[in-house]
């Protein structure tokens, strides 16, 4: 696949994206990609505590393996 059709593919996903917060996060994504110095991404107080939450879910043993999650994934696949 060239680059052109992967432009073409990733404008015409973002032209149908109406969520502002995530057209925000996708500029600063390119504009940090035109700078010449390295900028850390800077995880949302939302994103820290997705993250935490999910350390705290494998840190008691709330985990799925990949099969399971495959299976699952199939399952409710099949109900749409």
Do not use: C
């Not at 994206?17 to 057209?23: A, G, K, Q």
């Not at 925000?24 to 990609?33: A, G, Q, T």
């Amino acid at each position: 696949m060239g680059k052109i059709n992967i432009k073409d593919r990733i404008i015409s996903k973002i032209s149908s994206i109406d969520d502002e917060e995530f057209l925000r996060e996708v500029e600063s994504i390119i504009l940090s990609m035109e700078s010449t110095e390295y900028k850390p991404f800077i995880l949302s107080d939302e994103m820290k505590r997705s993250v935490k939450s999910s350390m705290r879910d494998i840190q008691n043993g709330k985990v799925l393996s990949h099969e399971e999650v495959v299976k699952e994934a199939k399952s409710w696949l099949e109900k749409i």
